[in-house]
């Protein structure tokens, strides 16, 4: 069930069939690009896994979840007295 799904419904798939029967490129080249894509992503995860992990403090964990001047007054955390406020600019 699970591979029928993926064969039929899998966008990347479906795509790339596309690109193909509208001869944009061939099989080879979207395989280069694949590989290329798996190169980028892999180096990209060696250099996170050696750095160190962030400090767990609010300000980190809730910084960057919204867009600024979107965020609202304040996020609760996991226990009523963990809330973080956001600076208001």
Same mark, same amino acid.
């Given at each position: 069930?699970?591979?029928?799904?993926?064969?039929?419904?899998?966008?990347?798939?479906?795509?790339?069939? @596309?690109?193909?029967?509208?001869?944009?490129?061939?099989?080879?080249?979207?395989?280069?690009?694949?590989?290329?894509?798996?190169?980028?992503?892999?180096?990209?995860? @060696?250099?996170?896994?050696?750095?160190?992990?962030?400090?767990?403090?609010? @300000?980190?964990?809730?910084?960057?979840?919204?867009?600024?001047?979107?965020?609202?007054?304040?996020?609760?955390?996991?226990?009523?007295?963990?809330?973080?406020?956001?600076?208001?600019?």
């Amino acid at each position: 069930e699970i591979q029928r799904m993926r064969s039929t419904q899998d966008p990347i798939a479906g795509l790339k069939q @596309k690109i193909l029967d509208w001869e944009v490129a061939t099989e080879s080249e979207l395989k280069s690009i694949d590989k290329q894509a798996r190169e980028n992503v892999d180096a990209e995860v @060696k250099e996170a896994e050696a750095m160190p992990a962030p400090d767990a403090t609010p @300000k980190i964990l809730f910084e960057d979840i919204y867009v600024r001047g979107s965020e609202p007054e304040y996020l609760r955390g996991r226990i009523p007295e963990e809330n973080f406020y956001y600076e208001k600019n």
